[in-house]
């Protein structure tokens, strides 16, 4: 009786040694599945529209169009010139001229469809107070392009 449950289990193993193709076919669906789920998400994710915070007015300049370049330079005493030409005194807070002279130079970058960019170089021991009252000057005219290169014109 032993010899003959032997000879059974051999039987069953033989039986299960075939490749089973039926499993197979249901791992690839599944795979199959998940990668066009996923194309799916990704195709969504392209087309959503997102507003980010701002004027939310582009501007419609044209591709030709070189930016206005301004270079506004802020000094260790405080004094802030714009393109080499001092403004205001370097005790003054608001800025009232050099703020001025930037709101018209937006305006009339504005009707050429033109950019208006911004470079600030603040020599290394310019206080940090001046900077962001020439910042907020820059804010009330509405000029957002603006970069910063620290120190002086060693590096040219």
């Known amino acids: 009786m ?9 039987e069953a193993e033989q039986v299960n040694m075939g490749f089973q193709i039926a499993p197979m076919i249901d791992v690839v669906f599944v795979i199959m599945l998940f990668f066009m789920v996923m194309a799916g998400a990704v195709k969504v994710e ?5 507003q980010l915070p701002g004027l939310g007015v582009p501007a419609l300049a044209d591709e030709n169009t070189p930016p206005d370049e301004i270079m506004v330079t802020v000094e260790e005493t405080g004094v802030v010139t714009l ?3 001092e ?3 370097p005790g003054d807070k608001v800025l ?12 009339e970058a504005d009707h050429r469809n033109a950019k208006v ?8 021991q310019a206080r940090y107070e001046r900077i962001i009252d020439v910042l907020n ?3 009330k005219a509405r000029i957002a392009n603006v ?3 620290v120190g002086g014109d060693d590096f040219f």
């Open 2 to 10: 032993a010899h003959h449950n032997k000879h059974r289990l051999i």
């Open 117 to 124: 960019m911004v470079t600030i170089q603040a020599e290394e």
């Open 96 to 107: 009232p001229n050099f703020t001025n002279t930037l709101m018209r130079l937006k305006q």
């Open 147 to 149: 970069t910063f290169t």
């Open 83 to 85: 393109n080499e030409e």
């Open 46 to 50: 392209r087309e959503l529209k997102t």
């Open 87 to 89: 403004f205001d005194s």
């Open 137 to 139: 000057s820059m804010a």
